[in-house]
């Protein structure tokens, strides 16, 4: 947005060019009448006060200064005062290469409060609000078009040999990572405005976390794991970002890029920019090691940022601190850095170990949870074969007190019962433990039902031996025996 001070001086910069005749205390001329009259303007419009009026609903008088008609405008009306006459000078034909020049510093001005000024070589020059969206210590993101923003330096930096370096730096350093899905895209870097375009975000991190109050597992997991899959390929590159933390990670649709590496380093070149020692984002996210010394920030230190986010995106907004990655995190931000992992592709490598044992024990207690209801399916049918492989099946049985696996046992093939059979016959007693007496009748049970519905096969012969040898220590299977030999 213009600002006040800025608009006055342009107010006084077009007065003292466009004024003629007098002194201070005599009558004014100004010619932008003779412009406007010298113009294709004059066509749409009757005069030159018809267009002040049709353009905006300003008067105009010739015999005062600019300053003095128009200083007490109200903010929302700047802009369109100053358009209406850069337009004028643009179209006229006399004093072409002045104008020219007029119109020139005025837009310079102009960009100091980041107006976009659009002034094709045919047509009106237009003024349109503040096209910043969001702004760094040194650059401003500005919209292009749809999807599409130019990364630039500040107005008051454009002259910053430095600063051109670095953005320059920073764009060579992404675009070597053009090729990962979960980095910020770049494109066309412009050597003349030390600026270049990238993909337009919907919101940063920070609001994202901030706007969705409940995220699910799967969605904290889905914006670490693009994090880590994006460092990872950076590190990988030999890149490292040492400036990483919520606000620059970006919302496109349902993925989130890593942008911002200005304060990136290519760890495979030696570079004449060098590092600033000043101090630099001391918030929660950066390796207490560079608060004081910047250079001192490396690859561990984004590991150190990593694990501030991690555990950052699954403990906010949750009343348990606890996650499955609390180790991970510990190990990132560990004071001793020789504990600290290499790189962020061995702290995607544990994310998915850790992954893979959750997945294990929830496929786990997804199939014991079926066999405590009878329920037979392939999942089930490989987590009893295995059990019976290891012979663990029969403490299994006692464990979680399956006296009806009968049941179970029923819907396998005859191969796999005998399979079955035969390994509780070696086992159970041992699984019966110190004591569980009461453990045998979980046995005489199963075989018990399971002789009741077999007829005369292997199978029933094993199970009629297991119950026979319970017999001998047990009363209630012993009782169970003889029914079957009613």
């Known amino acids: 947005?213009?600002?006040?001070?800025?608009?006055?001086?342009?107010?006084?910069?077009?007065?003292?060019?466009?004024?003629?005749?007098?002194?201070?205390?005599?009558?004014?001329?100004?010619?932008?009448?003779?412009?406007?009259?010298n113009s294709v303007l004059c066509i749409d419009h009757l005069n030159i006060y018809d267009f002040f009026d049709h353009n905006g609903d300003f008067s105009y008088s010739d015999n005062n200064s600019l300053v003095d008609q128009y200083s007490q405008l109200p903010s929302v009306k700047y802009m369109k005062l100053i358009e209406n006459i850069m337009n004028i000078l643009k179209h006229s034909t006399k004093n072409k290469e002045n104008n020219n020049n007029i119109i020139n510093v005025v837009i310079k001005v102009l960009k100091r409060d980041n107006v976009k000024v659009v002034n094709h070589?045919?047509?009106?020059?237009?003024?349109?609000?503040?096209?910043?969206?969001?702004?760094?210590?040194?650059?401003?993101?500005?919209?292009?078009?749809?999807?599409?923003?130019?990364?630039?330096?500040?107005?008051?930096?454009?002259?910053?040999?430095?600063?051109?370096?670095?953005?320059?730096?920073?764009?060579?350093?992404?675009?070597?990572?053009?090729?990962?899905?979960?980095?910020?895209?770049?494109?066309?870097?412009?050597?003349?405005?030390?600026?270049?375009?990238?993909?337009?975000?919907?919101?940063?991190?920070?609001?994202?976390?901030?706007?969705?109050?409940?995220?699910?597992?799967?969605?904290?997991?889905?914006?670490?794991?693009?994090?880590?899959?994006?460092?990872?390929?950076?590190?990988d590159n030999d890149i490292i970002h040492r400036d990483l933390h919520l606000g620059n990670i970006l919302k496109i649709g349902s993925d989130f890029l890593i942008a911002d590496f200005g304060l990136s380093k290519d760890l495979s070149l030696q570079r004449s920019l060098k590092s600033s020692v000043t101090p630099k984002n001391n918030h929660v996210f950066v390796d207490p090691v560079g608060i004081s010394d910047f250079t001192m920030l490396d690859q561990k230190s984004d590991v150190y940022s990593i694990g501030k986010i991690i555990d950052y995106v699954f403990t906010i907004n949750t009343p348990d601190p606890n996650h499955i990655f609390k180790t991970v995190v510990e190990r990132c931000i560990s004071r001793n850095r020789n504990l600290r992992y290499e790189a962020a592709q061995e702290i995607l490598i544990e994310v998915n170990?850790?992954?893979?044992?959750?997945?294990?024990?929830?496929?786990?207690?997804?199939?014991?949870?079926?066999?405590?209801?009878?329920?037979?399916?392939?999942?089930?049918?490989?987590?009893?074969?295995?059990?019976?492989?290891?012979?663990?099946?029969?403490?299994?049985?006692?464990?979680?007190?399956?006296?009806?696996?009968?049941?179970?046992?029923?819907?396998?093939?005859?191969?796999?019962?005998?399979?079955?059979?035969?390994?509780?016959?070696?086992?159970?007693?041992?699984?019966?433990?110190?004591?569980?007496?009461?453990?045998?009748?979980?046995?005489?049970?199963?075989?018990?039902?399971?002789?009741?519905?077999?007829?005369?096969?292997?199978?029933?012969?094993?199970?009629l031996n297991i119950l026979e040898e319970i017999s001998n220590i047990r009363f209630t299977a012993a009782k169970l025996l003889l029914k079957l030999h009613e």
């Open 353 to 463: 170990s850790i992954l893979d044992e959750q997945n294990k024990a929830d496929a786990k207690q997804n199939s014991i949870n079926k066999i405590m209801e009878d329920q037979y399916d392939s999942q089930v049918h490989e987590f009893i074969v295995h059990l019976t492989e290891t012979d663990e099946l029969s403490k299994f049985i006692v464990k979680y007190d399956l006296s009806t696996f009968w049941n179970l046992l029923l819907k396998f093939e005859s191969s796999y019962q005998t399979l079955i059979l035969q390994s509780i016959y070696r086992s159970f007693s041992e699984a019966t433990g110190f004591g569980g007496w009461k453990n045998y009748d979980i046995f005489a049970e199963i075989t018990y039902n399971f002789c009741l519905q077999m007829e005369d096969s292997s199978t029933r012969k094993i199970a």
């Open 121 to 235: 070589e045919s047509g009106p020059i237009n003024l349109l609000h503040d096209d910043i969206l969001d702004s760094g210590s040194y650059c401003n993101i500005v919209r292009v078009s749809h999807g599409l923003v130019r990364k630039e330096l500040k107005f008051a930096y454009k002259d910053d040999v430095v600063l051109q370096k670095r953005i320059r730096y920073e764009f060579e350093n992404m675009q070597k990572l053009n090729g990962c899905p979960s980095i910020l895209s770049v494109y066309d870097f412009n050597v003349d405005t030390h600026s270049y375009l990238m993909e337009q975000c919907e919101k940063n991190l920070w609001k994202h976390l901030e706007d969705e109050m409940i995220l699910s597992f799967d969605e904290r997991l889905k914006i670490i794991m693009d994090v880590l899959t994006g460092m990872a390929y950076a590190h």
């Open 1 to 37: 947005m213009l600002k006040e001070k800025n608009y006055i001086k342009i107010l006084h910069f077009f007065d003292n060019a466009l004024t003629e005749g007098g002194n201070d205390s005599e009558r004014v001329y100004l010619t932008l009448d003779w412009h406007f009259n």
